[in-house]
């Protein structure tokens, strides 16, 4: 059998054709182009080993374009791998396996281990000057110490106009990110260090709660750690006409927070305007819902 007909019977591209497709990638006409990218596209992720060496093509727009379909190709693998993981796994889900399965839909090459080890420097860091046998805010102020001084993390008052404000990978990068973001870089770390915080989801706004059997103390991460009370808690509810409905106060789920992080996810691509990233979000959200 020719050669061209073996791979056509097998279901793969002939060579020739390969060869014509990435001709036309560096076609002029962006009409053109869109036809090929798509075409590419539906080949599916056989199509990477093929275009991988063109990546160090002389040809700057070859390169682009190339480097492009392939991530693109790669960010529809991690959608299905997190889509999966939502779709079986239930309220107590391991949310720091779900939020870099998350992340990696925007940044599929970043390495989910190579953070959790970062998570586990600064928890030793933390641990080596932690006073255990001292009260609950000075328990918790080594940790604030350690995150906003040494590591100078903080809240970025802008973060509903950037999409990188919700992925975890780029606010460990960063050092800043929504509120909801940096409380769960702050459960990783206290669940590391053995300390009872939990996420608690206030209306527009996000805070952790420390609860041993003696003291409760609520931590307002997105501001650097600032102490709050139950009572300072209800005030913000008073204020912001939420009233005292059962469960604001309560610690949300794994999976609520995950939900939750989509959702702010989406009205950020919604407010920038970036329809298909809206329309894959939705996906996760509508997974998590279930």
């Not at 992720?45 to 480097?67: G, I, K």
């Not at 993981?85 to 939020?99: A, I, N």
Request: aromatic residues 8%; contains cysteine; proline residues 5%.
């Amino acid at each position: 059998m020719h050669a061209a007909a073996r791979e056509n019977a097998r279901g793969l591209v002939p060579a020739s054709q390969k060869a014509a497709l990435v001709s036309l990638l560096v076609d002029e006409d962006p009409a053109v182009y869109q036809v090929i990218r798509n075409k590419l596209l539906s080949i599916g992720p056989e199509v990477c080993d093929w275009l991988r060496p063109h990546t160090l093509s002389s040809d700057p727009v070859l390169r682009r374009r190339c480097l492009e379909i392939i991530h693109r190709l790669a960010r529809g693998r991690s959608d299905d791998r997190f889509l999966d993981f939502c779709l079986h796994h239930g309220e107590e889900l391991d949310l720091e396996r779900g939020v870099f399965l998350l992340a990696q839909t925007q940044y599929p090459d970043i390495n989910p281990e190579a953070y959790g080890a970062m998570l586990d420097l600064w928890a030793r860091d933390i641990q080596d000057r932690l006073d255990r046998h001292g009260p609950a805010e000075a328990v918790l102020g080594g940790v604030n110490r350690y995150l906003f001084g040494d590591l100078e993390f903080s809240g970025n008052p802008h973060y509903g106009d950037n999409q990188e404000n919700c992925y975890v990978n780029r606010v460990m990068d960063r050092r800043t990110g929504n509120p909801i973001s940096l409380c769960v870089i702050y459960l990783f770390l206290a669940r590391r260090l053995g300390l009872p915080v939990a996420g608690i989801g206030l209306p527009g706004h996000f805070i952790c709660r420390y609860q041993s059997s003696t003291r409760q103390v609520y931590i307002d991460v997105f501001r650097r750690g600032q102490f709050l009370s139950k009572a300072d808690c209800i005030r913000y509810l008073l204020q912001t006409y939420h009233g005292l409905q059962e469960g604001y106060l309560s610690p949300v789920s794994p999976r609520r927070m995950l939900l939750r992080i989509c959702s702010n996810l989406h009205q950020t691509y919604s407010l920038l305007e970036m329809t298909e990233e809206v329309t894959r979000v939705q996906r996760y959200l509508v997974a998590l819902a279930k």
